[in-house]
């Protein structure tokens, strides 16, 4: 059976409604409760023009070095459907052929970008962000393309038998595989992917740990397992997240943070998080997949069949086709996605204010890990739209004006903040 399908209007039909589907999977679930909207504040009342333009032109160089990788990782997947890997599409066993087929192409569509990554590595470095040498680094590389391999060849195997029982309807078994895999890494992930690149210690005894379990408490949430991850052996960068689900369940601080923000802006954070942990946002996030797998799957095996060459049977010859669909649809899935991370971030920061009642160091705390991480404070729309996942630094410190005032006079919510020097 081929896998090409004479069809013209499968394919547009297939992504608009793809498109149609994810957006308004976000309008359905974003979030009604995301706090005070954000006052206008002027980029130079909170940062200097020196912190400014360093973090533009970071931005900017980092921006296009990103699109690049993912111009050319895709480049080395057309390359691929032209001239696919026939020694293993050619397998006596097609299951393994499959599995041999995917993981080839994921190390050298991994691989192709490397140049740029490290391009992007060394101006990282020259912002003194990176404290890790090139040796670590090879050998994160390494792991990282290993188990993208292992994920790969995984899915190419499922691929093939998907191909084998349902034929030209792959992708409804895909779709599922789709969500499973989505699950199982979640759940699993904290406690066997993230440890094979950091050490994570369950935080002490002590006025921080006290500070995350009282916070916990006051916010009604089961805050599962509390982490301070070994960040400082590659990055300056500090940050936080959740992760896991059920058993599973934790935050993470990086010890960047804990070691360089003072206790009430870690206080802050934690709160953040614990704002994720309350709202369910990774169980939402799932959901999400869930709704719009099935659509993004069907657009995918509608636009393999245009991809595929010519009579292109089902199975480890269809794999090149399905994996550059598969790298041609995500970038604008996870555009239209980022709509609704930045909506929960900005539900997470409201939480954050309501718990701690603490605005100004909210504000304090974002020029600072703003100007650490050296991220622009304020963007261009259009970067801030397609590759946003949360708000900007100055949208965040206009809802943390803004809680402040309507805590004082909710009839002033709207006004502008006073100018705060840099």
Not at 45 to 60: C, H, K, L
Not at 139 to 148: L, N, P, Q, R
């Amino acid at each position: 059976m081929s896998l090409r399908v004479r069809n013209p209007w499968r394919l547009p039909i297939a992504l608009v409604t793809t498109v149609v589907v994810a957006q308004a999977a976000v309008v359905l679930m974003r979030p009604r409760d995301r706090g005070p909207d954000p006052v206008p504040v002027p980029a130079g009342a909170y940062f200097s023009p020196a912190q400014i333009t360093r973090a533009e032109a970071f931005r900017t160089g980092q921006t296009w070095l990103g699109v690049g990788q993912m111009a050319i990782g895709i480049g080395a997947l057309v390359l691929l459907v032209r001239r696919p890997p026939e020694r293993l599409m050619a397998l006596k066993r097609p299951v393994v052929a499959g599995a041999a087929t995917a993981a080839a192409l994921a190390v050298i569509a991994g691989l192709a970008p490397l140049p740029l990554r490290a391009i992007a590595r060394e101006r990282a470095k020259d912002v003194g962000l990176v404290t890790q040498d090139w040796v670590g680094w090879a050998g994160d590389v390494v792991k990282a393309e290993a188990i993208s391999a292992v994920f790969a060849a995984a899915g190419g195997a499922l691929l093939v038998v998907g191909m084998r029982r349902t034929g030209r309807r792959w992708w409804i078994p895909g779709a599922a595989v789709v969500v499973a895999f989505a699950v199982v890494t979640t759940y699993a992930g904290p406690v066997v992917l993230e440890p094979m690149f950091n050490t994570f210690t369950p935080l002490p005894q002590g006025e921080l740990r006290r500070d995350v379990l009282d916070l916990a408490r006051r916010a009604g949430v089961d805050v599962g397992q509390v982490y301070e991850m070994d960040a400082s052996r590659r990055t300056t960068a500090a940050n936080a997240y959740v992760g896991g689900i059920g058993h599973t369940k934790r935050v993470v601080l990086y010890d960047t943070l804990i070691e360089d923000f003072t206790p009430a802006e870690t206080r802050l954070v934690v709160a953040h998080e614990l704002g994720h942990v309350h709202h369910h946002d990774l169980r939402n996030g799932l959901i999400w997949v869930a709704i719009v797998a099935p659509f993004g799957m069907w657009a995918a095996a509608a636009l393999a069949e245009r991809l595929a060459p010519r009579d292109a049977p089902l199975g480890p010859r269809a794999i090149p086709a399905v994996a550059l669909s598969l790298a041609l649809l995500l970038p604008p899935v996870t555009w239209i996605s980022n709509q609704l991370s930045r909506d929960v971030e900005r539900r997470a920061d409201a939480f954050s204010l309501e718990l701690t009642r603490d605005p100004r160091t909210f504000t304090d705390f974002e020029r600072r890990i703003t100007t650490t991480n050296v991220s622009d404070p304020d963007p261009p729309k259009l970067v801030h739209l397609l590759f946003g996942t949360h708000p900007t630094a100055l949208q965040r410190i206009g809802q943390a004006e803004a809680f402040a005032r309507e805590a004082t006079d909710p009839g002033r919510a709207g006004a502008a903040p006073p100018p705060a020097g840099p």
